[in-house]
């Protein structure tokens, strides 16, 4: 990766690395069934202890290339995260939650857009997946208006669900 120019400004937000001392936000935020019901892999309630394990190990994934995680912050405060993981043969997988005060404010599109550029930009990523729960459309729309396109729906479990759902998925190509 070149090294890339830290933290990321846009418009109105922060996207910084994570740190370990990110854990009790993000435990506070997914503390919220109506964020963490649509992520697929996240305990509900949250586990602290695992939260912040989870995070302790955000530093050592960023140096091995293998996630890019950003906490997201606006006037100076974490409101969620962002990230590409699952990196592997050029490839990544965007993800993102966001508390609800910060919904509807175009906030969550405009840190993935530069996510985005960062992917297939410094990070020199050539494909980005993605997928929603068939019940989030404003998942899917910020996707679609990102340039991603669908790829198929599955069934999936849902860890926070305790369930299976269907789960639409995308692709993003890097554009030469
Ligand atoms: C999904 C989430 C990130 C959206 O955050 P946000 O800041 O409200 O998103 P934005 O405002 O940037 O964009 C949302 C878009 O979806 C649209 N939208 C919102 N609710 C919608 C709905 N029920 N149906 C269709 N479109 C909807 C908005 O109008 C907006 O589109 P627009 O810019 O064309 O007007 C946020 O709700 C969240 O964090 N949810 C919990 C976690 C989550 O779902 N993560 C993603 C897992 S795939």
Redesign the pocket.
């Known amino acids: 990766m070149t090294v890339p120019r830290l933290p990321i400004r846009t418009e109105r937000l922060v996207l910084r690395p994570t740190t370990a001392a990110d854990a009790a936000r993000a435990f506070e935020i997914q503390s919220d069934w109506?964020?963490?019901?649509?992520?697929?892999m996240a305990a509900f309630p949250p586990d602290a202890e695992a939260t912040r394990g989870w995070f302790a190990d955000h530093q050592r994934e960023w140096s091995a290339g293998e996630a890019y995680r950003f906490a997201v912050e606006h006037d100076g405060r974490m409101i969620?995260l962002a990230d590409l993981d699952e990196i592997a043969d050029g490839k990544g997988d965007l993800?993102?939650?966001?508390?609800?005060a910060?919904?509807?404010?175009?906030?969550?599109?405009?840190?993935?857009q530069a996510v985005v550029r960062f992917a297939f930009g410094e990070a020199s990523l050539s494909t980005l997946k993605?997928?929603?729960?068939a019940d989030?459309?404003?998942?899917?729309?910020?996707?679609t208006?990102l340039g991603f396109t669908p790829v198929d729906t599955v069934e999936v479990f849902s860890k926070s669900r305790g369930g299976m759902i269907r789960q639409h998925r995308y692709a993003l190509t890097a554009s030469r």
């Open positions: 109506e964020v963490t019901r649509m992520l697929r969620g993800g993102y939650w966001y508390e609800k910060a919904w509807g404010h175009g906030l969550a599109f405009e840190a993935a993605s997928g929603h729960a989030n459309a404003a998942s899917g729309r910020i996707l208006k």
